[in-house]
């Protein structure tokens, strides 16, 4: 059985090893009845010691994953039939697919007063009143549009202003090659639903969007990381893992990377087009942020180099537009898009009409100036941060510059305890995310994500002065 382990320092190894088969086995990929391998086998498999193996069936013996009977071994365990522990209803033991999601998306944040958490850009920026607008009107004037399903790929009117879109950014696409979807988080799903099962390979950035890595960890992939460097994914490394395990699918979210705000180089761009195109396998480029440079626009997408049909492109209005409006756009080559096309009519039968309607006017006529006044307003914002990390920052903080996006990601000292610090920061009214959930496996220590493009200018500067008190603080604490 094959297993990443990382060794000397950091998670000790029983936990590696019950955390990877617990995924395994919560995402289905290890299904109930199945055994697994013998202490002996396993630990001789894996290079460590019986002593290793057998804490980390202990461990999932505890947790219910397991059950183990002397002299017969270990199997998966049929969870929906095991009676629930003392307090916990039967729902909390319900079996389920998703086995990240618990640790991000129940966050709390009615007593959030700096939200730093979340990558989105503050209401005052978005175009509201014209999409506001522009729905009142269909609303009163063509009500009958609430009474159609629509087209499952979603309206031809709006397809073809994304399809100009996306020519004049570089790709050869018309409204054949577009589905609409909701949001880019939908693309993603769909394809994952549509072309990973259990066990295949996928490879991304490591940290990586913690939404893709639950998705595909949801459909019992193996997640493969690939560091990054300041030029992107680590094209040269994820070639080297490509020959011992073939890629199925390689997810990367190329510019202003959430979230560590790197951006591909054109020549790492070109490699993994090359790459994808010599092991047959699918791109999928996750482009949110690519409009929302500083100083010049990123390299041209993945896409646009793509004669050969290998990039499933995904197009998020939810930053520059509106994230409830759930507008994205999936752009690929039609043997792949005929069978997105599909799940998405299993999945919601198509987006809603009304607000596809309602966004066309604004992304056809009044984007490009809308973009260059969020560009202008999102680097000041990002100015106004580094200026105070520079201030207010406690020795050994370390964050990267990025050059578009809305982004911070933060290196903590090793005194740190990110998880405490969670904590004390939210119990004074302050967000951030928890760099943990964005590696698919054993995350390196102290890292922490802040967007700094969720409030009022001068109400994120208070609240980020705020947290690198409390973080000065929390490290002084620590010292003691
Ligand atoms: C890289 C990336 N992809 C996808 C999404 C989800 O976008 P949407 O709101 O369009 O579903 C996000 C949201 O933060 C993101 O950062």
Not at 248 to 266: A, E, H, R, W
Request: glycine content about 8%; overall charge neutral.
């Amino acid at each position: 059985m094959h297993m990443e382990l990382r060794r000397g320092g950091g998670k000790p190894l029983p936990r590696q090893i019950s955390e990877t088969l617990a995924q395994r086995i919560t995402s289905g990929l290890l299904a109930p009845g199945t055994q697994l391998p013998s202490v002996r086998r396993l630990a001789a498999e894996l290079a460590v010691s019986q002593v290793t193996v057998s804490k980390a069936y202990e461990e999932l013996e505890k947790r219910g994953l397991l059950d183990c009977r002397q002299g017969k071994g270990c199997y998966v365990a049929n969870r929906q039939l095991r009676t629930p522990d003392e307090g916990k209803s039967w729902a909390d033991e319900y079996g389920d697919y998703l086995p990240r999601a618990q640790l991000w998306h129940n966050f709390d944040s009615s007593a959030v007063h700096y939200s730093f958490h979340v990558a989105a850009i503050h209401s005052s920026l978005l175009p509201l009143a014209p999409v506001g607008a522009a729905m009142a009107k269909l609303v009163q004037e063509q009500p009958e549009l609430m009474a159609e399903y629509g087209n499952f790929q979603g309206d031809l009117d709006l397809r073809e202003v994304m399809g100009r879109h996306l020519q004049v950014r570089g790709m050869q696409v018309t409204s054949r090659d577009i589905l609409i979807t909701s949001g880019a988080q939908q693309g993603i799903d769909l394809v994952a639903r549509t072309f990973i099962g259990p066990g295949d390979a996928v490879y991304m950035e490591a940290p990586g969007y913690t939404g893709a890595i639950d998705v595909f960890a949801g459909r019992g992939a193996e997640i493969i990381p690939v560091p990054v460097d300041e030029e992107g994914m680590r094209v040269d490394i994820l070639t080297r893992l490509c020959d011992r395990r073939p890629p199925k699918l390689i997810y990367t979210n190329p510019s202003f990377q959430n979230p560590s705000g790197v951006t591909m180089s054109m020549r790492k761009r070109q490699r993994l087009l090359e790459l994808a195109r010599s092991y047959r396998c699918l791109i999928v480029e996750d482009d949110p942020f690519s409009d929302l440079y500083f100083h010049k626009p990123p390299p041209p997408a993945i896409k646009s180099l793509d004669g050969s049909g290998h990039v499933v492109y995904l197009k998020s209005f939810s930053k520059v537009l509106a994230p409830g409006s759930r507008i994205a756009c999936v752009a690929a080559e039609s043997g792949i898009l005929s069978r997105l096309i599909a799940a998405k009519s299993s999945s919601d039968l198509g987006s809603p009409l009304l607000t596809q309607k309602a966004v066309l006017p604004f992304i056809r006529d009044e984007y490009e100036p809308h973009a260059r006044m969020l560009r202008s307003a999102l680097q000041r914002r990002r100015d106004k941060a580094i200026r105070l990390l520079r201030a207010y920052a406690p020795s050994g903080v370390t964050w990267n510059t990025p050059d578009g996006g809305l982004n911070l990601w933060l290196k903590l000292p090793p005194a740190a305890d990110v998880i405490r610090l969670h904590g004390e920061a939210e119990a004074s009214g302050i967000s951030f995310l928890h760099g943990e959930v964005c590696y698919a496996g054993e995350a390196p220590p102290g890292h922490i994500r802040i967007c700094y493009a969720q409030m009022w200018e001068d109400e994120m500067a208070e609240g980020l002065r705020l947290f690198l008190v409390l973080l000065a603080k929390h490290l002084r604490s620590a010292a003691e």
